[in-house]
């Protein structure tokens, strides 16, 4: 069951009630100099490994002697990171998972005490605050983010720590019999010609542009600052679905009671992750991970480090990431803590 607070959902969906869209999407940051583009540039992670990523290290990070870690996360996103108005603080999959690394650095202090949270944009956006020269500078990205080629050539990354992968939101209309609801449209393949939107400079928004029915209609993609925009959008009537990551998605279902999930699987599922679901509704593979600014492989080395230690017990169900997991993403329909994979002696993007 997720937390949540009347008081802090009331504000997020007033404060961005007056939202806007656009239809352009801001160039990414520069490629480092010296580092080539993928052959892939489409989210493959079967293909490019980004779940791979440095060996476990219990040694404490050198940058962290100042005993405070700096975390990038988003305010809004209801099921890994949002603030909070009545607790005034910071909660959600993603929060839990930072507690945990912060309680393995500094045993016996209150770990909330050990992290400063810095909000930063989603997708590709906040990579930029990892730069230390950025006047927001954080050490770890912590949002619902993506680990993909053309990402790892701009930060590191840890182990995948969740599996998910993206859905569409859209609205409950009055159904015939039982159930009494049902989605305004059924799946993806019902979105041909219709306005989706995401988040700016996300893999959720080139997913959508990619998208072609099998009719071969495209969506029409509408993009905002943040995906809890998307959402506002959805109940006004500006757009006909709100498409991101389920994990996310899943947390405005339960915000806004007059949206539901599509129940119908895409014309090409990518399940890969999830292969003993039924019913699977994701067209993209979207593995998790927080990054880190390049060069920083002691810090990538700690996290991966306790994010080994929950994988302790089979599929991390019983141990603190199956307890943040059964507090924020109880139905979510993941497989359990994924499996870190072969390790990397040098960042091979």
């Known amino acids: 069951m997720i937390r949540r607070t009347t008081a802090w959902a009331a504000a997020v969906l007033l404060t961005l009630s007056g939202c806007t869209a656009g239809g352009a999407v801001a160039a990414a940051p520069a490629r480092p100099e010296g580092v080539q583009p993928p052959e892939d540039k489409v989210n493959n992670a079967l293909s490019c490994l980004v779940r791979r990523s440095f060996a476990p290290s219990d040694v404490r990070p050198p940058k962290l002697a100042g005993g405070k870690l700096i975390a990038g996360v988003d305010l809004s996103d209801t099921t890994m990171s949002h603030w909070n108005a009545t607790s005034h603080q910071f909660e959600g999959f993603n929060i839990d998972l930072l507690l945990a690394v912060a309680r393995s650095l500094w045993p016996g202090a209150d770990p909330r005490d050990k992290i400063t949270f ?77 306005r989706v939107c995401a988040p700016r400079l996300t893999t959720s928004l080139a997913a959508i542009r990619r998208y072609r029915t099998a009719s071969g209609q495209a969506l029409v993609p509408v993009q905002t600052e943040h995906s809890i925009d998307c959402l506002v959008m959805l109940r006004q009537g500006q757009v006909d679905a709100a498409s991101t990551d389920e994990n996310i998605l899943r947390g405005f279902a339960e915000l806004a009671p007059d949206t539901i999930l599509v129940t119908d699987p895409p014309r090409e599922p990518s399940c890969a992750y999830n292969v003993t679901k ?41 141990g603190e990431w199956g307890r943040a997991h059964d507090e924020w993403l109880s139905m979510h329909p993941d497989e359990g803590m994924p499996d870190a994979g072969p390790s990397v002696a040098v960042w091979p993007w």
């Open 278 to 318: 039924t019913g699977c509704t994701w067209f993209t593979d979207e593995p998790h991970a927080f990054a880190f600014s390049r060069g920083d492989e002691p810090l990538v080395r700690y996290f991966n480090y306790v994010l080994q230690g929950m994988r302790a017990t089979p599929g991390g169900k019983f």
């Open 118 to 194: 810095r909000a930063v944009p989603p997708g590709t956006g906040a990579l930029a605050q990892l730069d230390p020269a950025h006047a927001q500078h954080v050490d770890v990205v912590a949002t619902s983010l993506t680990a993909t080629c053309e990402r790892a050539a701009l930060a590191y990354f840890s182990t995948d720590y969740l599996d998910s992968g993206q859905t569409a939101l859209v609205r409950r209309v009055p159904g015939i019999g039982s159930p009494a609801v049902r989605p305004e449209f059924a799946g993806m393949e019902q979105l041909g010609g219709r």
